[in-house]
T-cell receptor, first 109, second 119 residues
């Protein structure tokens, strides 16, 4: 069956460093979404990618969808303490969103 | 303001008791979902409903039950049959469209969650 692996599971960075998390699928994805969950909070939608090779930016965040639509990445430039949290890339499976473990980002001031 | 309201925020239960978690949305969303999150883990789908009076099991439905009698409401009952019920429970809703790729559709809005502890 379809599987999407997200790496790394944990990332600790110094404030100001860049951060990237990757989602890799065994099969072609119709679309992929990204969510952020702050510690103690609930997931919040960030963006949805649909087109092959799509790149979208939100301030310091850059989202990419691979040409083959089998992988996606989230890159944060110059991390800040407000970026702390877990980032998820759920995928659609038969009309429902399947979440993996996500990548937990911690930022040292 | 539109949103999803989950209650209670914290709940303590004795072993052997059933508890019901409330989830109400005023976003006029078609679909509603229940996820469970354990410490340091991702979200696992318990049940979901794409339309009133219909719902489907997710990956970990055993020990849980739901109903969808109204579009706005999707309560989750954690029964005594659920062996490890202590967890953070998240309700979500979305506009539901086929095909799934429509921009803006099938994007989840989450409630603040209910934290259940079994004593």
């Amino acid at each position: 069956g379809q599987q999407v692996m997200q790496i790394p599971q944990y990332q600790h960075v110094q404030e100001g460093e860049d951060f990237t998390t990757y989602c890799n699928s065994s099969t072609t994805l119709s679309n992929i979404q990204w969510y952020k969950q702050r510690p103690g909070g609930h997931p919040v939608f960030l963006i949805q990618l649909v087109k092959s090779g799509e790149v979208k930016k939100q301030k310091r965040l850059t989202f990419q969808f691979g040409e083959a639509k089998k992988n996606s990445s989230l890159h944060i430039t110059a991390t800040q303490t407000t970026d702390v949290g877990t980032y998820f890339c759920p995928y659609n499976q038969g009309g429902k969103l399947i979440f993996g473990q996500g990548t937990e980002l911690s930022v040292k001031p | 303001d539109g949103g999803i309201t989950q209650s209670p925020k914290y709940l303590f239960r004795k072993e052997g008791q059933n508890v019901t978690l409330s989830c109400e949305q005023n976003l006029n969303h078609d679909a509603m979902y229940w996820y469970r999150q354990d410490p340091g883990q991702g979200l696992r789908l318990i049940y979901y409903s794409q339309i009133v009076n219909d719902f489907q099991k997710g990956d970990i439905a055993e020990g849980y039950s739901v109903s969808r009698e109204k579009k706005e409401s999707f309560p989750l009952t954690v029964t005594s049959a659920q062996k490890n019920p202590t967890a953070f429970y998240l309700c979500a809703s979305s506009i539901f469209r086929i095909p799934f790729v429509n921009t803006g559709a099938n994007v989840l809005t989450f409630g603040a969650g209910s934290r259940l502890t079994v004593l």
